[in-house]
């Protein structure tokens, strides 16, 4: 097990950055109430002109910012519809929440959002439909194309989350699968005003894939969802109607969803109001005051995981032998979002892989131990955040019978980690920007 005091440095650190992306005070920040006057941003939208606000949106931190948007606007909300993952939710007064599966959608979620477009389809020109919108939103808005079924969306997301595609292709793919994704929701909303708040979980924090843009322009393609199906060898793993649908779309045959330069989006605010960067400085503040250098690597982070964790791992490695790029006592701090090409029956996520391919890294070196975890405090398909690990790790595990590489191989992170006793289990957040990474840096 990884010492006691680091764990608790690392923990501080970590959850230091989760708290700077706490959802409802990143929707105060961005939406104030002046007179009659409701700031998104910078933008002005003037209340004596509205008729009726409605709040719908989706994601893991969307009650947190429904919440902070009642409390703000009070008696003017009319009323809204969100959908969360479930075990997310919170007491919201004027607004119905939803519960949902992620990352696999599921019909209730379908459910769910068939509510959401009955609402926005009836929002006139005198209406404001605020949206909030977070990490998970593409799973839990659930609106397939016709002849696309939710089984074959299910199918389609398994295999985009096991063969190691980006978020960004995941949700490209996404989009032209549905008809709420990609723009859709900002065109059902017209004629009325759309202002939506973004809590991003996206390497660059590009709106069309942010809970796949829903209210934003997509610059993204049917051909480009070809592309990315040839990529990684999924035609004889998707349904035949997923093909046809792509196939058609490619040839004109089917509406693209709506592009930057639409005259639709005059009337939308799309806003970012928290991010990866603004969750990774606050860790490397806190690292500061617990006495540690802090040096951050990047916020835009993305890869293939084990590979990714090499890299870091030598960079901890350098930084504990030579001093460079930093020395002791110091934090090298990384943010953003790798992917797992999945090659094993195990279970486990990104984050607690990256572990483990650091501890097989580190291995041997003293004085540093690392903390990889997801801000949302869900790893892949399990109840943990991410994992621990330090130079002893590798050791242990073998003095216990288990080899690490093996482990690694079989994609079995979690039980490795879970007999060390080095899992890192937060429950819910209520918040997702993306993932924390920590080395911690101690002198001999």
């Not at 843009?213 to 480009?224: K, R």
């Not at 998707?238 to 196939?247: D, Q, R």
């Not at 509406?255 to 005059?266: A, I, Q, R, V």
Request: glycine fraction near 12%; aromatic fraction near 4%.
């Amino acid at each position: 097990m990884v010492s006691t005091r680091c764990k608790d440095h690392l923990r501080e650190i970590f959850f230091a950055g989760v708290r700077a992306a706490d959802p409802a005070e990143a929707v105060r920040r961005a939406l104030r109430l002046e007179g009659e006057t409701l700031f998104v941003g910078r933008q002005r939208i003037r209340l004596e002109e509205v008729e009726r606000v409605w709040v719908v949106g989706a994601g893991k931190a969307a009650a947190p910012m429904a919440r902070a948007a009642e409390e703000i606007l009070q008696e003017r909300v009319s009323g809204g519809r969100i959908v969360v993952k479930d075990g997310h939710l919170c007491r919201l007064d004027r607004i119905e929440p939803f519960e949902a599966g992620h990352p696999v959608p599921d019909e209730r979620g379908v459910e769910a959002t068939r509510k959401i477009l009955e609402l926005v389809d009836g929002a006139g020109p005198r209406d404001l439909v605020l949206c909030v919108l977070s990490g998970g939103g593409s799973a839990l808005l659930v609106s397939p194309v016709e002849g696309v079924t939710l089984a074959d969306k299910q199918a389609v997301t398994r295999e985009l989350l096991a063969c190691g595609a980006n978020i960004g292709e995941v949700n490209t793919v996404r989009k032209h699968l549905s008809r709420v994704k990609g723009g859709w929701l900002a065109r059902r909303a017209r004629p009325a005003t759309v202002a939506t708040l973004i809590l991003s979980d996206v390497v660059g924090d590009p709106l069309d894939a942010i809970a796949s843009g829903p209210t934003a322009p997509d610059p993204t393609t049917f051909a480009d969802s070809l592309a990315i199906m040839d990529r990684y060898g999924l035609a004889r793993k998707w349904p035949a109607s997923v093909l046809g649908v792509l196939e058609r779309g490619a040839k004109g045959e089917i509406p693209e969803t709506p592009k930057p330069g639409d005259p639709l989006f005059s009337g939308v605010v799309n806003e970012i109001v928290a991010n990866n960067l603004r969750a990774v400085l606050a860790s490397a503040r806190k690292a500061q005051e617990l006495g540690y250098k802090p040096l951050i690597l990047s916020c835009r982070v993305q890869g293939e995981t084990r590979e990714v964790a090499r890299v870091h791992g030598a960079v901890y490695r350098e930084a504990r032998a030579t001093g460079h790029p930093i020395g002791p006592p110091a934090c090298i701090l990384s943010g953003g979002e790798t992917t797992v090409t999945l090659k094993g029956a195990g279970k486990g996520g990104r984050n607690q892989e990256f572990a483990l391919a650091v501890a097989l890294d580190i291995q041997g070196e003293p004085g540093l131990c690392f903390l990889s975890a997801g801000t949302d405090g869900t790893d892949g398909p399990t109840d943990a955040a991410g994992a621990f690990c330090d130079g002893e790790t590798v050791a242990r595990a073998r003095s216990l019978g288990m080899e690490a590489a093996e482990y690694l191989d079989r994609n079995a992170s979690y039980a490795f980690f879970e007999k060390l006793g080095d899992l890192l289990k937060t429950g819910p957040t209520n918040t997702n920007v993306m993932d924390l990474r920590i080395c911690l840096i101690h002198s001999a």
